[in-house]
């Protein structure tokens, strides 16, 4: 038997190394919390929770305090059968970051019990992924600059962050394009446009002759109609982030016939609503991406073995413990620069 015998919270802060500037909010540095989760034979399985308070409306000061709540709900239970685990963490559905890390803990503990990587209990689908990184909200002059650093570091795909000045990120993403041929571009507005400005944003940047592989979040999160006005009316490719967070999300996403894009993150979904919303979004024939909130390595380590496990996604973007300082690598993977691998 592997049963849980405790689950211990623990806050931990990361800096940023430069401010993280996106619609809306800037942050200098990630508070989030480390999960480990304990079975009777002395095994520790590690998560990490990293709230949003913008997209979830969690704060990490209330969701430290659930942790009695947490231990009460599984203690007893073992990590082998993780699917009775999930069901049940399933009731902390309104703090989806909590779900996620605790979840993965319990499944990193059966994979340390059994010696076997997430990654394989998840599937074993993919032996390499390839991460973007992202250039945040700044003057076009830096935007430019880091978009060229970034690409000389041999990443392929760069993230761009828009959507607090229509005529500003039109020149910014195309000078970026300029400066950075062969690059993949994932240009996000995190819902700073109203439908007409989106749809004005890519027509304008289509005729210039830019290509971006995916366009997200242009409109406010429960704005579905103006998402797939948006879809109808862009060149390229559109996806839901803020607007898809439960199984229940992307099932309407889906039926609304809104996006073309899905962005899981596990902090929105934990990992049993992601499973879902992997196979929906499959069956319905569109494509996926996988992001991050402000995750240090051990948190990052999470997406990963998911990506790596499930391998349904065209994009990565697992960039945001390559922004934080951090003592300590605790990834169980290897990353060279954009490319990550299995152990
Ligand atoms: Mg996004």
């Known amino acids: 038997m592997s049963k849980i015998v405790d689950v211990k919270f623990e806050l931990k802060t990361y800096k940023y190394y430069k401010p993280f500037h996106i619609t809306g909010s800037v942050s200098d540095s990630s508070t989030n919390i480390e999960v480990v989760v304990i079975t009777d034979i002395g095994i520790k399985g590690y998560g990490e929770i990293s709230p949003s308070f913008r997209v979830n409306g969690e704060k990490v000061e209330g969701l430290y305090k659930l942790e009695a709540a947490i231990k009460e709900s599984i203690v007893n239970m073992d990590v082998k059968e993780y699917r009775r685990i999930f069901d049940v963490l399933d009731k902390f559905f309104a703090t989806p970051s909590v779900k996620a890390g605790v979840q993965y803990a319990v499944l990193d503990a059966f994979s340390e019990e059994i010696n076997t990587p997430v990654y394989y209990l998840l599937g074993g689908m993919k032996r390499e992924i390839e991460t973007d990184k992202t250039v945040g909200i700044d003057t076009i002059e830096n935007m430019v600059k880091e978009a060229k650093e970034i690409f000389s570091e041999g990443f392929k795909n760069i993230k761009i962050k828009v959507g607090e000045?229509?005529?500003?990120?039109?020149?910014?993403?195309?000078?970026?394009?300029?400066?950075?041929?062969?690059?993949?571009?994932?240009?996000?507005?995190?819902?700073?446009?109203?439908?007409?400005?989106?749809?004005?944003?890519?027509?304008?940047?289509?005729?210039?002759?830019?290509?971006?592989?995916?366009?997200?979040?242009?409109?406010?999160?429960?704005?579905?109609?103006?998402?797939?006005?948006?879809?109808?009316?862009?060149?390229?490719?559109?996806?839901?982030?803020?607007?898809?967070?439960?199984?229940?999300?992307?099932?309407?996403?889906?039926?609304?016939?809104?996006?073309?894009?899905?962005?899981?993150?596990?902090?929105?979904?934990?990992?049993?609503?992601?499973?879902?919303?992997?196979?929906?979004?499959?069956?319905?024939?569109?494509?996926?991406?996988?992001?991050?909130?402000?995750?240090?390595?051990?948190?990052?380590?999470?997406?990963?073995?998911?990506?790596?496990?499930?391998?349904?996604?065209?994009?990565?973007?697992?960039?945001?413990?390559?922004?934080?300082?951090?003592?300590?690598?605790?990834?169980?993977?290897?990353?060279?620069?954009?490319?990550?691998?299995?152990?």
């Open 165 to 343: 000045d229509l005529r500003k990120d039109i020149e910014t993403v195309e000078e970026i394009a300029r400066n950075t041929k062969e690059a993949k571009y994932i240009v996000d507005a995190n819902m700073g446009y109203t439908p007409k400005q989106a749809v004005e944003f890519v027509r304008v940047l289509y005729k210039k002759g830019v290509d971006i592989s995916v366009f997200e979040q242009p409109v406010v999160a429960s704005d579905i109609d103006g998402l797939k006005y948006v879809r109808f009316n862009s060149p390229y490719p559109v996806a839901a982030d803020e607007s898809a967070k439960s199984k229940y999300d992307v099932y309407r996403l889906i039926r609304e016939e809104a996006v073309d894009f899905v962005n899981i993150k596990l902090m929105k979904s934990g990992l049993s609503d992601a499973l879902a919303i992997v196979e929906m979004v499959k069956t319905a024939n569109l494509k996926l991406m996988i992001g991050c909130m402000g995750e240090s390595s051990l948190g990052i380590n999470q997406s990963v073995n998911f990506a790596l496990g499930t391998g349904a996604f065209v994009f990565h973007d697992l960039d945001s413990h390559l922004m934080l300082k951090e003592n300590k690598f605790r990834g169980k993977f290897k990353q060279n620069g954009s490319k990550i691998t299995i152990l």
